[in-house]
């Protein structure tokens, strides 16, 4: 098996352009690479620098190419430029928006934390600038009839304890999502979430290190099987942005294995 998995269904998107944020690494690193290898023109912007150099690197080991813009989606004067440079990248119109970029660590901002400005800064990356740059290029994929994908949670609807920044961040991209599905709908735009649960990225993160190796009970206890993987999220990604989903708008789709729909008592 390669060590970076993508889809083993690759539709075609060549004459799409699709921006995915935070996607140097991670989950965002498996869709940059996903969506080049289906043909299409990929724009990926992250803050770690080093991150998207080496996810270029990747790809042109497998003769892809892309467009990586470093922004730091926390700055409104970065989301904007990030903004006006895809829309200069993509004259024709954005097809895909692929809002990924997060403070993913679930426990950042926390009711028993020690830093108050926290819980603000998972708002503004996780929240605020998935709507400031849907709004900022809201034109650009009312051009093409193009449509957004969110990144949420199962955190958006469960919870562990010290995860409240994450878990409302999440929560309010989901409304998020069926609030911009209203107002854009009617301008040919499709918005939709997904919720993944665990997806190990290991192998995908900067430095690429080799795939984690979990007990066997860790697979075991979610319904599927198997802890989650980076392109089973592309994958969802690949049929949401299709023309076989333009009858999907608003929706959150989980992606976490059952694990939500599993009874726990002890
Ligand atoms: N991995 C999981 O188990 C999981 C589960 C549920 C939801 N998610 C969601 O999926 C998405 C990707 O998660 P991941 O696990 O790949 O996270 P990750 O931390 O591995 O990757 C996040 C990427 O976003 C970038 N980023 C962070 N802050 C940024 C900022 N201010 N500006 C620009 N880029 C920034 C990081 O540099 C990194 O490349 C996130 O929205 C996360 O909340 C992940």
């Not at 080049?36 to 042109?60: K, S, Y």
């Not at 080799?210 to 860790?218: F, G, H, L, V």
């Not at 592309?234 to 789709?253: E, V």
């Amino acid at each position: 098996m390669e060590k970076l998995q993508t889809p083993a269904y690759r539709p075609s998107f060549s004459s799409h352009t699709v921006l995915v944020t935070g996607g140097a690494a991670g989950i965002g690193r498996c869709l940059t690479l996903s969506f080049a290898q289906a043909g299409a023109q990929v724009i990926f912007a992250d803050r770690d620098q080093a991150a998207g150099e080496e996810t270029l690197a990747i790809l042109a080991e497998q003769g892809l190419l892309a467009h990586f813009i470093q922004a730091d989606l926390s700055d409104q004067t970065q989301i904007e430029q990030l903004a006006r440079q895809t829309v200069s990248l993509a004259p024709a119109g954005l097809h895909v928006l692929i809002h990924n970029a997060a403070i993913a660590n679930a426990h950042t901002a926390q009711v028993f934390g020690a830093d108050p400005a926290a819980f603000d800064q998972v708002l503004a990356v996780n929240l605020a600038a998935p709507f400031h740059l849907t709004r900022l290029l809201k034109a650009s994929l009312i051009q093409t009839g193009g449509c957004v994908i969110n990144l949420a949670s199962t955190r958006a609807f469960q919870s562990e304890p010290q995860s409240e920044g994450y878990a409302a961040s999440k929560g309010g991209i989901v409304a998020l999502t069926h609030a911009l599905a209203l107002s854009l709908g009617e301008h040919g735009i499709r918005v939709n979430a997904i919720a993944p649960g665990w997806i190990d990225t290991t192998e995908w993160q900067k430095g690429r290190p080799d795939p984690a190796i979990w007990p066997e009970e860790e697979h075991h206890q979610h319904p599927a099987g198997r802890i989650g993987r980076p392109a089973d999220i592309a994958a969802a990604c690949f049929f949401l942005a299709s023309p076989d989903a333009g009858f999907i708008t608003g929706q959150t789709l989980v992606i976490d294995g059952g694990m939500t729909r599993k009874m726990i008592y002890r």
